[in-house]
């Protein structure tokens, strides 16, 4: 009688509990070095922290990096767009959070990286109250720990092999080459010698990040043909599903979308139009973790690829909730980008570890990390 009492007030807590307050904090976050991406050089991960407080006293925390040629929000925008939300969820219980998304959309169009922070936070919440990891709201555990994929990205080919080759010494066995910072035939024979420095039975994957036409990207596939790469993500523009398809038809090499979906439907599109064998699932493009998981179970069903990232470079907040995904997904062929290990600095007080190259799903309530309030303060950036 006493047990049952007593499992049930988590439970009882979470059906009571209720959003109290909601604060956006732009924070910029220092990282070991700049990542070169087609078109744009990353020197700093400029990102919103949601901190979301319950008439209970419980904290939940969420994260979103800026990403303007992704989501066409910046870090100004998604902390205006959080402010803007907030007052629409005062009061909402904690545990509808199956309702949030639709709650978030009712109130303001678009705007998927902000609702994504939230909704993390929302998470991050109701898993503490109810004393559960993420993953336990979303599905089943069906993984304990996931290989990190590394991504080579300073644009200069001797300085990626040398990291690729320390890598691999470290444990790493995935990889993401960023591509699309030079023409193609110069990417390709970076990949080229990247594949031949970590050597046979790694995945190895390249991102383009829109950057090439689709003539370009003929050229890149036709050159890497006879590399070990796994699959190619995002080598067009995302609206041109036709060009996608095209180089896919071209290549052995499968080809990914990535900034291309932002929806179910996007995802559904690609399928029907062979544009894509699989691709990349981040919060900020879908919303949130529970669309995330929504779409990967999409993908299985359509025998798609299934590739989690986090946006450069989120902290262990944003990486912390991706693992939480990574746990509970049906399948995970593709691997998981998780960036917090590209920051200087972090704003927990002990950061997610990279063991071997592989990481651990945190198993503690909500998130699973605990934030350093003072950390965050001291990378707030004025909005």
């Known amino acids: 009688m006493t047990t049952t009492a007593t499992s049930s007030r988590p439970a009882l807590a979470a059906a009571h509990a209720r959003i109290k307050r909601i604060e956006a904090i732009a924070v910029r976050l220092p990282m070991v070095q700049a990542m070169k991406m087609a078109g744009v050089l990353i020197e700093n991960a400029d990102n919103v ?22 989501t066409g929000e910046t870090m100004e925008s998604m902390t205006i767009a959080v402010r803007y939300i907030a007052p629409v969820l005062a009061s909402c219980p904690l545990a ?100 031949a420095a970590v050597g046979s039975g790694h995945l190895v994957s390249a991102d383009a990040n829109q ?36 180089v896919g038809a071209a290549t052995r090499v499968p080809i990914g979308f ?15 139009m062979r544009a894509a064998s699989g691709g990349s699932l981040k919060a900020i493009k879908l919303g949130g973790l529970r669309p995330v998981y929504q779409a990967a179970v999409l993908c299985d069903s359509l025998g798609m690829k299934v590739n989690l990232a986090c946006k450069v470079a ?3 907040i944003g990486t912390a909730a991706v693992l939480q995904l990574a746990a509970a997904i049906p399948k995970l062929d593709w691997g998981v980008s998780l960036t917090s290990q590209y920051l200087a600095e972090d704003v927990v ?32 950036q004025k909005v």
Request: glycine share 12%; aromatic share 6%.
């Open 314 to 316: 989120e902290s262990s």
């Open 96 to 195: 509808g959070i199956e309702a949030a998304s639709s709650i978030m959309d009712g109130a303001m169009y678009g705007n998927h990286a902000a609702k994504a922070a939230i909704e993390m936070a929302w998470h991050d919440a109701l898993g503490r109250v109810l004393g559960k990891p993420v993953y336990a709201l979303l599905g089943r555990k069906l993984r304990e720990q996931v290989p990190a994929l590394w991504m080579l990205g300073t644009g200069d080919a001797d300085a990626d092999v040398a990291e690729a080759g320390r890598k691999r010494d470290a444990g790493y066995v995935a990889y993401k080459i960023k591509v699309g910072v030079a023409e193609p035939g110069a990417d390709a024979e970076r990949t080229r010698r990247i594949c």
């Open 211 to 246: 950057g090439w036409t689709v003539e370009q990207a003929l050229t890149y596939v036709q050159t890497v043909a006879d590399t070990a790469l796994d699959f190619l993500e995002q080598p067009v523009r995302g609206t041109d599903l036709a060009g996608m398809a095209r």
């Open 258 to 272: 990535d900034e291309g979906a932002h929806s179910l439907a996007d995802i559904a599109r690609h399928h029907e």
């Open 349 to 380: 007080r002990i950061p997610l570890s990279f063991a071997d190259g592989h990481a651990t799903v945190p198993d503690g309530a909500g998130l699973g990390v605990e934030v350093d309030e003072a950390r965050v303060r001291k990378y707030q």
């Open 49 to 70: 922290l949601v901190r979301l407080e319950t008439d209970t006293g419980h904290v939940g925390w969420g994260e979103a990096a800026s990403a303007p040629t992704m």
